[in-house]
């Protein structure tokens, strides 16, 4: 049984785009890319762009080796992991993720103590949609370090494999540990669907409403929650409301997703 999410009465609250219930169940929030062998990068359409545009938020820079957790390593060894290592996380940056996955693969077996390499070959597999394999990278990549940095990665790995119980703990363990407010609402951004995907579509707008909907600076966060309330709005039928998240949306971003179409298309259906 799927139960409440703790804190859910007083709106903890997030975004996501969300399936209907008894459709067949979309790709997550995260990508809908697959690798070109050709080219070693991703292909996508206009509407995968716009689906990339509201997953998780992946936080990575060029990985750099902890010093403590290859200390026991040889000098020489150490050096061309870190090489290694550096020439994937740029693979990954520029989206080249099929050629990420080539170099890290063989890291990720023989270094899986090194969190670095799990975490980058885990957050590789989330890009290629490989849900299953990516979760298990992430779980052991904070199980590794305690970080929360890509907890809501690992949530949308969950949502994906329908797991929605497993979104609820991931939430319960980012709410508590106070992360920063980008990783915060990126889980809130999660979770918030996989209420939409248990059909507590109600729940799911009252926690996105008292989330951070008015910020002095908006940011990509921001756009992709009020974005998601809007959708959600849309979707129970309250017009107003979603045309006015949607034209708060485009005013700071005329270009996000597809808000154009989705004012579009709510105008026309009022006119």
Not at 15 to 24: D, I, K, L, T
């Amino acid at each position: 049984m799927l139960r409440p999410i703790p804190g859910a009465d007083r709106g903890d609250a997030y975004a996501a785009g969300v399936p209907a219930r008894n459709e067949q169940r979309p790709e997550p929030l995260a990508d809908l890319e697959r690798v070109s062998p050709e080219a070693g990068g991703p292909r996508r359409s206009g509407a995968q762009d716009a689906q990339r545009r509201r997953r998780p938020k992946v936080r990575l820079d060029v990985p750099q080796l902890d010093p403590a957790s290859v200390r026991d390593m040889p000098k020489s060894e150490r050096e061309r992991l870190a090489l290694r290592l550096r020439d994937a996380g740029e693979d990954f940056l520029a989206e080249r993720f099929g050629d990420a996955l080539s170099t890290l693969r063989p890291l990720a077996s023989r270094f899986a103590a090194v969190a670095e390499v799990q975490e980058l070959y885990g957050l590789t597999l989330y890009r290629l949609g490989r849900w299953t394999a990516a979760a298990h990278r992430l779980e052991q990549y904070e199980a590794m370090t305690g970080a929360i940095d890509q907890l809501p990665v690992l949530a949308d790995c969950y949502r994906a494999l329908g797991r929605l119980n497993d979104v609820h703990d991931v939430w319960d363990r980012l709410r508590l540990s106070g992360p920063d407010a980008g990783t915060i609402t990126e889980g809130r951004i999660v979770t918030a669907g996989a209420l939409a995907d248990e059909g507590r579509t109600q729940d799911a707008i009252r926690l996105l409403e008292a989330g951070p909907l008015r910020p002095k600076r908006p940011k990509e966060h921001h756009l992709r929650l009020w974005y998601a309330l809007a959708d959600l709005y849309d979707q129970v039928g309250d017009l107003q409301r979603a045309r006015r998240g949607f034209s708060r949306v485009q005013q700071a971003e005329p270009d996000f997703v597809d808000v154009n179409d989705r004012l579009a298309s709510l105008n026309d259906a009022a006119s």
